[in-house]
């Protein structure tokens, strides 16, 4: 059911894991082990790798066995965030408008759910990337659970105007609908890719579309002058499409900050205490060119 990296190698310490199909290559546990050391709390944080089809069981079994200290909360990544939000007890807002969780909390029974992909991708966009969303035209492509889990935080950015792109037009209007509230003065609506529009201040890469090997899910033209283009995924997945944006000019991003942006928010809620990203960034980006060479 689990790897051995859930259990930690000293004394009994508060523990937490990333819980996916796959998780091998996850940078999570780098990510927390660098969080928990740089503000001195003692956790031991693993990887969990789950069976397709027994993630809840896999999940109750994680939480039951105590024996290295108590499993205070877990990530949850590809394929399980959905599975993830309806198992949990209680949803916060913006987990139950994306019906996907990436953060759990255990306090007995009581499993509370979060998505802090969202926010942690504004937080990358604004404040490491230097991008104003306030007013921008944004286009999210994709709708599957890592672009649902990015709108809600995105419209509370406050964009002009933001466009949910898919080939599977039914599923970004659903989107659209659950958000249609929270949308406020944000022009909200979806689109298939060709039909998407053209002059978009921010262009974020929200589909599987490049894991498949398949083509740029989106036509050339969408990016304003200097856009930022930015693909939640990192690594060899990221390329084609950054490659591509680069090439018309725009700004290219990978996922890196996002997923370091995300894994604060996580840490926040699970341990209280907000770490700084920068310095984290840096070594992750620095440990995975050491790998690539
Ligand atoms: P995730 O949880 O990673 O978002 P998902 O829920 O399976 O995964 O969603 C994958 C997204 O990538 C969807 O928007 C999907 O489009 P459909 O909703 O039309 O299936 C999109 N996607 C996957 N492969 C694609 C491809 N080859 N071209 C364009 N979009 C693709």
Same mark, same amino acid.
Request: proline residues 6%; aromatic residues 6%; glycine residues 12%.
């Given at each position: 059911?689990? $790897? ?53 069981? =896999? ?12 499993? +205070? ?10 599975? =993830? ?8 807002? @913006? ?12 306090? /007995?029974?009581?499993?509370?759910? $979060?998505?802090? $992909? ?10 490491? *990337? ?5 007013? %921008? +035209?944004?286009? !999210?492509? #994709?709708?599957?659970? =890592?672009?649902?889990?990015? !709108? ?14 898919? @080939? ?18 944000? &022009?909200?609506? *979806?689109?298939?890719?060709?039909? %998407? ?10 589909? =599987?579309?490049? !894991? &498949? ?13 200097? *856009? ?6 990192? /690594? ?14 725009? +700004?290219?991003? $990978? #996922?890196? /900050? ?34 690539? +060479?």
């Amino acid at each position: 059911m689990s $790897d051995l990296a859930t259990t930690p190698p000293g004394g009994p310490v508060d523990r937490y894991a990333v819980v996916g199909h796959p998780v091998e290559h996850s940078q999570s546990p780098f990510i927390h082990a660098e969080f928990a050391r740089q503000t001195g709390q003692a956790l031991h944080y693993g990887r969990l790798l789950v069976p397709l089809d027994d993630f809840a069981g =896999a999940l109750r079994r994680f939480v039951a066995d105590t024996a290295g200290g108590p499993v +205070r909360g877990c990530n949850v990544t590809v394929p399980f965030k959905f599975e =993830a939000a309806r198992l949990a007890t209680r949803l916060t807002e @913006r987990a139950r408008l994306a019906e996907a969780v990436n953060v759990l909390c255990f306090d /007995g029974d009581d499993w509370l759910g $979060d998505n802090a $992909d969202g926010i942690g991708l504004v937080r990358d966009i604004e404040r490491n *990337a230097g991008v104003r969303l306030a007013g %921008a +035209r944004v286009l !999210l492509v #994709g709708a599957g659970g =890592a672009a649902a889990g990015a !709108l809600g935080p995105l419209l509370q950015a406050g964009p002009a105007e933001l466009v949910i792109a898919n @080939r599977t037009v039914p599923r970004a209007d659903a989107l659209v609908q659950r958000h249609r509230a929270m949308a406020g003065a944000v &022009q909200l609506r *979806a689109a298939l890719p060709a039909e %998407a529009g053209t002059g978009f201040d921010v262009v974020v890469n929200a589909t =599987a579309a490049s !894991l &498949q090997g398949a083509d740029i899910p989106v036509p050339p033209g969408v990016f304003a002058p200097g *856009a930022l283009a930015l693909d939640m995924m990192y /690594g060899p997945a990221a390329r084609g499409f950054i490659g591509w944006a680069e090439a018309q000019g725009a +700004r290219g991003r $990978d #996922g890196l /900050g996002m997923l370091v942006e995300q894994a604060a928010e996580s840490f926040a809620r699970w341990r209280g205490v907000m770490p700084d990203t920068a310095p984290v960034l840096a070594a992750l980006r620095a440990r995975l060119a050491a790998a690539a +060479r």
